[in-house]
């Protein structure tokens, strides 16, 4: 299919961070998911296509999404496969005018990600806030998942404290450090809640022994922030490894780096 100079972007885009999934280590097998909300570019190529086959009603009504249109990467498909053949691997879908359903309406009938639940009923939240998300992207950063093996990292905001100690970047440009939300299985609606129960707060939610889930109105930011978190957790792993726990940045180091960039 031939795409808008908008959509052909936005595919490129998915198919960008995809590799970085992979080439992380972050996306085994079929580990991972992304959703890129394109009501906003779609033309009349798009609008007028017809179901692909059956809709599928979903698990909860997305009421601030009807009518909207996603790229979906697809159920057990491959992040480097996303990469190197991006619309054999993902769909276009378009919610049905009531919320309840959607239909399947480009390339092939390629089924969403198990956890769409999580990337729509996120989509919804914010978009019935007022937030201009466009992108859900789900990841499985290793050194990240490690650390909320620790339930004394899992209490509120003790690993984004790690996190931002450890270099300046990571308090510059994750100011928000992240959520945390506790275990739950995957795909499930619950996943969803305690999520989105996050993002009030945080852009970065971290699923317990799980992912990372991140969001924005750009994928290469949400992928940045993951990315970024994760050289923090690195360099605390690095240096555990080398026979010590790093106490980190002091509060005063940070503090000033919040005074003096505004974060
Ligand atoms: O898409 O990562 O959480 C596979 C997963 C499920
Ligand atoms: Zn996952």
């Known amino acids: 299919m031939v795409y808008n100079n908008s959509i052909s972007e936005i595919i490129?885009?998915?198919?960008e961070v995809a590799g970085y999934l992979w080439e992380r280590g972050w996306a085994e097998r079929n580990g991972g998911n992304i959703s890129y909300n394109i009501t906003d570019v779609v033309d009349d190529a798009i609008?007028?296509?017809k179901p692909l086959g059956e809709s599928v009603v979903l698990p909860q009504p997305v009421k601030n999404l009807c009518n909207n249109y996603f790229i979906v990467t697809g159920t057990g498909k491959r992040m480097r496969y996303v990469h190197s053949a991006p619309m054999s691997n993902m769909s276009i879908i378009r919610i049905s005018e009531d919320g309840t359903?959607?239909?399947?309406?480009?390339?092939?009938?390629?089924?969403?990600?198990?956890?769409?639940?999580?990337?729509?009923?996120?989509?919804?939240?914010?978009?019935?806030k007022g937030r201009k998300n466009k992108v859900v992207v789900h990841t499985h950063p290793i050194e990240l998942v490690a650390m909320t093996h620790n339930p004394a990292f899992l209490e509120k905001d003790v690993l984004s404290?790690?996190?931002?100690?450890?270099?300046p970047e990571t308090r510059a440009f994750c100011p928000k450090g992240l959520g945390i939300a506790r275990y739950q299985l995957p795909g499930s609606v619950v996943l969803a809640d305690e999520t989105i129960k996050q993002l009030d707060e945080y852009d970065v939610v971290m699923w317990e022994k799980h992912g990372a889930v991140a969001i924005g109105e750009d994928l290469i930011e949400a992928f940045d922030m993951i990315d970024t978190l994760s050289k923090s957790a690195k360099i605390y792993e690095s240096a555990c490894s080398m026979g010590f726990v790093p106490k980190g940045m002091t509060d005063e180091q940070m503090d000033e780096l919040k005074r003096v960039f505004n974060l």
């Open 12 to 15: 490129s885009q998915i198919a």
């Open 47 to 49: 609008t007028s296509l």
């Open 101 to 128: 359903y959607y239909d399947i309406i480009a390339e092939e009938y390629i089924r969403p990600t198990s956890e769409l639940p999580s990337h729509l009923m996120i989509h919804d939240y914010l978009i019935g």
């Open 161 to 167: 404290k790690i996190l931002w100690s450890m270099i």
